[in-house]
Each structure stands twice: as C-alpha cells, then as structure tokens.
C-alpha cells in the first residue's frame, strides 16, 4: 500500500483539527472581548448616573444654602408687611427647592455606593424646618430667627461631607 495516501489522510485530519482548535480560540477570544465590553459600557452607564445624581444632589443643596443666606437679610426688613411678604415667598421656595432635593437624595440612595447615600441623608436630616420657623419670623418671632441660624449651622458640613464622599465615590470607579 502507498504510504502517500496515508500521509494525506494524516495531514488532512491534523488541517481538520487544527481548524477546529483555531476557531474555538476564536469564539473564546470574542466572547470574551464581548463581555468585556459590555462590562466596560455598564460601567460608563453607572458612574454616568452615579455622577448625575450627585451632581443634582450638590445642585439642590447649593440652592437651598443661597436661599438660607437670604434669610437674615429679610428678617430685618424695616416694614413688617414687606418683611411677612419676603419671609413667606422664601419659606416656599425653600419648600419646593427642598422637594426636589428629598427626590434627589432618593436616587443616590437607589445609585449608591452606601457610604455616598447615608451621607445624603445626612444631608438631608441636616436640612432645617425652615416651615415653622420662617412662618414664625414672618409672624415677628424673633427667637425663631436665632432657632433657625442655629439648625443652619449643621446644613453647611453636611453638605461638605456629601460632595466629599460623592468625589471619592465618582474618582473610584
């Protein structure tokens, strides 16, 4: 028997073979690169709306603390109509601004990472009552006043403290 056709058998079989083996290293190899890559845009969607949220955390907050500065400056308005009137158009836009932080700190509690989200609620727990109390310096409580430049006081390094863990939180990704 001729040797030829048993060494084109051969070297066909390991061609067949060797085919086999290059085109599952192939698939492997592209499966893995798909994984990869879905993992990569996974991640980019995430920080993205990690970043957002923070973002519309830090936005509200800023917001509110501009509308705190405001207050003093309306408590002393001489007339007490204009004084009532300023003390109550601040009062509800405190109200709505704070609407929308509360919605905010919701999605970073939904976002994470845990450390970021107690430190939105921190934040949120820090933000004053301002309801009451404006509505009593609109009636010429003075005490009310003082009551609430004390509770802002703890706002500001809660705020801090926020935009902080929110930095890490968005540089360790």
């Known amino acids: 028997m001729d040797n030829t056709l048993w060494v084109a058998a051969l070297t066909a079989g390991t061609a ?10 192939n698939a492997n190899a592209a499966r893995l690169q798909a994984e990869a890559t879905t993992e990569s845009h996974r991640l ?4 993205e709306a990690r970043r957002a949220a923070y973002a519309a955390v830090i936005d509200k907050a ?12 309306a408590a002393h308005i001489a007339d007490p109509d204009s004084r009532r009137a300023e003390l109550l158009r601040l009062r509800e836009q405190i109200r709505d601004v ?3 932080l509360l919605r905010c700190v919701q999605v970073v509690t939904l976002e994470g990472p845990d450390d970021v989200a107690e430190a939105a609620a921190a934040l949120d727990k820090a933000t004053p009552s301002t309801a009451r ?11 009310a006043e003082e009551l609430l430049t004390e509770e802002t006081r703890a706002y500001w390094p ?3 403290e926020f935009i902080e863990r929110a930095s890490r939180a968005v540089r360790a990704m």
């Open 158 to 160: 809660a705020m801090t």
């Open 16 to 25: 067949v073979l060797a085919s086999w083996v290059t085109s599952r290293g």
């Open 98 to 100: 704070y609407a929308s």
């Open 62 to 73: 800023v917001a509110i603390g501009e509308l705190y500065w405001k207050i003093p400056e």
């Open 133 to 143: 109390l404006m509505r009593a310096m609109a009636d010429g409580d003075t005490a």
């Open 44 to 47: 980019a969607r995430q920080r």
